[in-house]
């Protein structure tokens, strides 16, 4: 009997992506010359079956480069005796790769070798242009693989690629990228928020010794690689862990780290950036758990970024901050509306403890969703909430980047429904009633302004402000930033504010403009006083950005 491998390639749309797959399945042999930094695939036909193949067996291929450096990844079971392996090839020119199996007698599996030519990438995908995530030279915010910087703005769609239909999510991703959205964070397996897939099937079976469900991730794939074929960055939450019946927490440490290698080795070759763990608390009996966790799915593959997504108002970084997986912070600012809650952003652990340890970039990963009701007061969160938020995250902390979520986008329900597992949040509508709204209109001027600012170098400037309102009323906060050379100053006012600065900490000739953050338009400029301590009055008693950039003579 002859068993076959076959490399396929990913740089089509889904549904050319589609016929490609039925084609090359057909004919056996290699497609196309893979480009670089795109997916491709090579398929396994295993000789023999086995109970519970995604325990009983384990398959890797190790590719070599033109340069010589070795990549070595694991092969994903794929149901029945299908066993694939996917790879992004990061250089150009020709590779060789060689399978190996646990079980040496299956000749399926072990011992297939073969080779393939990385061409250049030639299209206008920013994610095959530039290559994929990781941290800058000083480690504060992100930049593609070639240095070209990354501003984070991702969409917390939850249970999108787990419930949209193929037409719906392609409608999503395509508004999503006209907005200019650069990331879509999701859920991998069934969780608290979705106890099953519309089959009313689950990721997995068991909670030791566990029984996958391939065909649970199948109907995932296509949405997986559909966000990157809109250049948008795919975020994955590897392990949702809030709940007792959550994978995180519900799953065996062994079963846990099995999971997430398979779903590391599924969607490892696209452009992603892992959440390994999900709205988690990781109090201290639980963060060597973690720690192990980590070290066993990533210690032999980090060529993607990780962290974690912790559950609202909690702080990790200190904890992981020696772990060489953990590449960034992030956090939860949630749906608080208490002063409490506010006081914990804009003076708290994202304002404070970014200075501490090692540097690493820091980002909000769910801020107040629009629609949400606020936990103490019941407020329901509309745009200005989510500007604010945003904007404080991003200049109480170095930028990096930010994230936005919607009720209705995060829920992904058909008809208006109460959420599974939320029912605190009472009946949520539809999800294209998130598509178009006041707070994503906001999200896209917010990142047109920082790209067209020096963002990268900006830094938390709180002695620019001669007084804080925040200091009394947290809902009066006033952010600021400013670059090193001091050329380039950005302060975020929430409420119709007196915004008293320290001029002379100004780099001058400067142009001083407010930024309306509901239209992007800009004010007519006004004049910077030369020393001192000069008074700026808000337009209105709606938020706006004060912009201070230096003049070219």
Known sequence: MVHHSTIRTYRHSPLAVLVLLIIVSCVGRVAQEPARWTTCELD??????????????????????????????????????AWRVRFAPDEVGQWTWESSCSDTLNEGLHGHAGSFRCIPYT??????????????????????????????????????????????????????????????????THWRGLTTD?????????????RLNPVFFQRMDHKVAAINEHGIVATPVILWTLTETDPGQILSEA????????IVARWGAYSVVWFLGGDGRYPPERVDRWKRIGRAVFGDRHDRLVTLHPSG?????????????????????GHGDSRESLRWLTAG??????????????????PNYENHPGYTHKTWFQGAHVRRATY????????????????????????????????????????REGLHTEGVRSMTLLRQLFESLPWPDLSPAPNLLA??????????????????????????????????????RIARPASTRWFNPRDGKFREPMELASSGSQTFESPNFRDWVLVITRERP
Not at 198 to 210: L, N, V
Not at 395 to 413: C, D, E, M, Q
């Open 44 to 81: 396994f036909t295993s000789s023999q079956d086995y109970d519970n193949p995604f325990w009983d067996v384990a398959v890797q291929a190790e590719f070599t480069a033109p340069s010589g450096s070795r990549h070595l990844v694991d092969a994903f079971w794929d149901d029945g005796r």
């Open 123 to 188: 299209g206008e995908n920013p994610l095959y242009r530039h290559g994929p995530i990781k941290l800058s030279k000083n480690r504060r915010h992100l930049v593609h693989a070639d240095g070209t910087p990354f501003f984070w703005l991702s969409c917390t769609a939850w249970n999108g690629v787990l419930r949209a239909n193929p037409e719906d999510w392609e409608h999503y991703l395509r508004t999503r990228q006209e907005q200019n959205f650069t990331a879509i964070q999701f859920v991998s």
């Open 198 to 210: 519309h089959y009313g099937e689950t990721a997995f079976t068991g909670t030791e010794t566990i």
């Open 255 to 262: 079963d846990a780290i099995r999971l997430a290698r398979y």
């Open 313 to 333: 108002e909690n702080w990790v970084g200190d904890d992981f901050a020696d772990e060489p997986w953990f590449d960034f912070i992030g956090y939860q600012s």
């Open 349 to 366: 652990p994202p304002a404070t403890e970014w200075q501490t340890g090692p540097p690493r970039p820091v980002i909000n990963l769910e």
């Open 392 to 431: 404080w995250s991003l200049l109480v902390s170095p930028p990096a980047g930010v994230s936005f979520g919607h009720n209705s986008i995060w829920v992904w329900p058909e008809k208006p429904q109460v959420p599974d597992g939320h029912a605190g949040l009472g009946t949520v509508g539809p999800w």
């Open 467 to 504: 007084e804080q309102p925040g200091n009394d009323n947290p809902s009066h906060f006033i952010a600021a930033a400013q670059t090193q050379d001091r050329t380039t100053t950005v302060v975020y006012a929430p409420e119709g504010a007196t915004i008293t600065l320290r001029v002379g």
